[in-house]
Nanobody, 125 residues
Framework: QVHLAESGGGLVQDGDSLRLSCEAS????????LGWSRQAPGKQREYIGT????????HYAHSVKGRFTISRDSAKSTVYLQMDSLKPEDTAVYFC??????????????????WGQGTEVTISS
């Protein structure tokens, strides 16, 4: 059974940086794409980006491109979301997800197979 555990959320100020981590288990890590999404209060889940099983440069949503970077570490079965130049509108619960099958590259929320429980990020102005 796939299990995804996010960590690293918290309260930061406008313009700060934050790195989220997500440890994956129950999946052959090097065969699956991993990604991130977020959900702000009262809004729908928003896709952030995906990194493929080889760790090649990721695909990003327009809203975060140039500010957020996704990476992965196979030795730790962990995917990261580095967030720079944070803005109050980035306040949300952030979720990591895994592709619905091996060697499949999801580029929207519905194309992921499983999601973690999320970690809350708040940016104060």
């Amino acid at each position: 059974q796939v299990h995804l555990a996010e960590s690293g959320g918290g309260l930061v100020q406008d313009g700060d940086s934050l790195r989220l981590s997500c440890e994956a288990s129950g999946v052959t890590f090097d065969s699956y794409a991993l990604g991130w999404s977020r959900q702000a209060p009262g809004k729908q889940r928003e896709y952030i980006g995906t990194i493929n099983w080889r760790g090649e440069p990721a695909h990003y949503a327009h809203s975060v491109k140039g500010r957020f970077t996704i990476s992965r570490d196979s030795a730790k079965s962990t995917v990261y979301l580095q967030m720079d130049s944070l803005k109050p509108e980035d306040t949300a619960v952030y979720f990591c997800g895994v592709g619905r099958r091996a060697f499949y590259f999801p580029t929207q929320v519905s194309e992921f197979g499983s999601w973690g429980q999320g970690t809350e990020v708040t940016i104060s102005s």
